[in-house]
């Protein structure tokens, strides 16, 4: 019997902290920084974004959503025999333990299932889907947690209008289980490290202490041509691996990062506007975590139902790119 790994669980979450343009604007201001509502939406699409209180780490925010996505695919912790969490910004500095192991702990679970980090940026999700399909595919796990978290806003210099204007925090998650029916369709990954310097955070540890910059640099020009360059590539790359064509896509749903870039991979694969989750407006770019919370989002209120075929992709940095194609 073939096995497969399907979507069966959805879940999201984003701190109660909502932090519109002109709030921001107002607190930038303070400081002597210049920006406004209309500065932001017009290169971004982004209109608030969600931060997450001092005591709340990634794994909190990944908690929360897992829990969605674990009552809607009708399971308990324990059922899940491995869980991935993705993430540019884990509960710890030095990576260990992983932001998994500590969600597996609070979610009580008590299975001893395996719990790994992925770390691709905003990249992050497409991996850890593609690390989850090929585990169940090969029979070794049968139920796992695909976690997105990022509490980005640690790592903004809120002195560079530039960048910390397009980043929030915020989780998604799903869950994958085996079987029967054919669900991740195809999966496609990249990465290029030679542009490994367009985006970064260019700190190390060194003694104890942090080396050079904490904050995320970001070459937006860089970023932006090699997003329209790549996206559209991989996308046609997972279709040609399912032997599919782009008019079979029921939603695309990219990395929400910039509308513009959204727009432009929309166009190329000669989908409708209205075809495209959007929600970067309402969140910004929440990195790892964008995807599975725009996926959520589609999926309860409706507008993605079973059996739809919907094509997720995102670039970040490393410099990372993929896409996987999923029948829900």
């Given amino acids: 019997m073939t096995l497969y790994s399907k979507i069966v669980g959805t879940g999201s979450y984003l701190p109660e902290k909502r932090v519109t343009n002109d709030e921001l604007a107002a607190q930038l201001a303070a400081k002597g920084i210049e920006t406004s509502d209309e500065w932001i939406v017009s290169r971004s699409g982004i209109s608030a974004r969600h931060y997450a209180e001092p005591e709340q780490a990634s794994s909190d925010l990944g908690v929360i959503a897992a829990r969605r996505a674990l009552e809607m695919a009708g399971l308990q912790p324990d059922d899940i ?14 990576s260990f333990p992983s932001t998994a192991c500590i969600v597996q702990k ?43 978290a990022e509490v980005f806003s640690r790592i903004l210099n809120f002195e560079d ?23 991740i369709l195809a999966c496609k990954l990249h990465a290029d490290g030679r542009h490994s310097d367009v985006l970064r ?51 695309l749903i990219p990395h929400q990062a910039n509308i513009r870039i959204m727009n432009g991979t929309a166009k190329k694969l000669g989908m409708a506007p209205e075809k495209m989750v959007v929600t970067v407006d309402q969140h910004g770019n929440t990195s790892a975590a964008s995807i599975p919370l725009a996926l959520d989002v589609a999926v309860r209120d409706g507008r993605v139902k079973k059996g739809d075929v919907v094509m997720m992709e995102g670039v970040g940095g490393g410099f990372t790119w993929g896409a996987v194609l999923a029948r829900m």
């Fill in 201 to 251: 955070v260019p700190g190390s540890l060194s003694n104890g202490a942090i080396a050079g910059s904490a904050f995320l640099y970001m070459d937006g020009q860089a970023v932006f041509k090699l997003a329209v360059s790549v996206l559209e590539k991989v996308a046609y790359e997972a279709l040609e691996a399912a032997n599919m064509t782009a008019g079979q896509i029921d939603w």
């Fill in 106 to 148: 609070k979610l009580g679970m008590s299975n001893n299932c395996a719990a790994v980090d992925v770390q691709a940026v905003c990249s992050g999700f497409v991996y850890a889907v593609a690390t989850a399909d090929s585990f169940i595919k090969s029979g070794m796990h049968r139920n796992v947690l695909v976690i997105g």
């Fill in 81 to 94: 025999d491995l869980i991935i969490v993705a993430s540019s910004t884990p509960d710890f500095y030095g």
């Fill in 161 to 183: 209008r530039t960048t910390c204007v397009l980043f929030g925090d915020g989780a998604g998650a799903i869950v994958m289980s085996a079987s029967q029916e054919p669900g």
